[in-house]
């Protein structure tokens, strides 16, 4: 039982941090987007976007993967790839990732614990590779609306699924102000300014809002 005299002004462990987690996409292909039937597909588009930007932003390690890339599924989004040029993208024959070595030798080179996951389909390319890391001892953020499946019910029954097992549930905009914490991080202040313009919707109307009436130093 924690006493007042032990209360102070620091954070959770288990908040995420620039230092702690890394992010894995999972999927983001054509003929993956073609069987979305979830939720607005462009949406998911504009959330994974801005959730690499996020990670680009803070330089979180990132992994990126696909499946069958030249026989079935396509190469994965280019939107995607050129937040990250050059980076080597994982293609495996196995719908759950985490039973290939190679994603799962890039996921440990990242030497974090903390893994963010965003894919498609939630059902499956998400499910499977989040429980498979939690049983090996990671913890496990799942990008809910960076992520689809196949219907409303798939996609939140996964969703479901991995919050009995373990997985927390977060959007990428929640990410990105996790990461960010204190609008007094001037270093990455101005960059997370730019992606929440650019992706975050009305949100990002506010602060170009805010920033043409108060300055553009407008916090929050």
């Known amino acids: 039982m924690t006493t007042l005299a032990e209360v102070t002004a620091s954070p959770s462990p288990d908040l995420l941090t620039p230092d702690n ?15 979305t039937g979830s939720g607005d597909r462009t949406s998911i588009i504009n959330a994974t976007v801005g959730l690499a930007k996020a990670a680009r932003t803070f ?21 995607l790839a050129a ?6 993208i994982v293609d495996r024959t196995t719908m759950n990732a985490w039973e290939d070595a190679a994603f799962v030798e890039a996921v ?16 499956v390319c998400v499910v499977l590779p989040a429980l ?7 913890e496990v953020y799942v990008v809910t609306d960076a992520s689809g499946g196949v219907s409303p019910q798939a996609h939140e029954h ?33 960059p997370v300014m ?5 992706h975050a919707g ?10 043409a009436v108060i300055g553009e130093h407008a916090a929050g």
């Open 21 to 35: 987690c890394a992010v894995l996409f999972v999927d983001h292909q054509p003929q993956m987007f073609f069987g």
């Open 59 to 79: 330089d979180v390690p990132t992994v990126l993967s696909t499946v069958a890339a030249e026989s079935f599924s396509g190469p994965i989004m280019p939107q």
């Open 132 to 138: 498979s890391a939690l049983a090996q001892g990671y």
């Open 158 to 190: 996964a969703i479901q699924r991995m919050v009995q097992a373990g997985v927390v549930p977060v959007t990428w905009v929640q990410v990105l102000l996790e990461l960010q914490r204190d609008w007094a991080r001037a270093e990455t202040y101005l």
């Open 108 to 123: 440990k080179a990242t030497g974090r614990k903390k893994l963010v996951i965003a894919g498609l389909w939630t059902e």
């Open 194 to 198: 730019d992606v929440v313009k650019e």
């Open 202 to 211: 009305t949100y990002g109307l506010g602060v170009v809002y805010a920033q």
């Open 83 to 88: 937040v990250f040029p050059g980076q080597e």
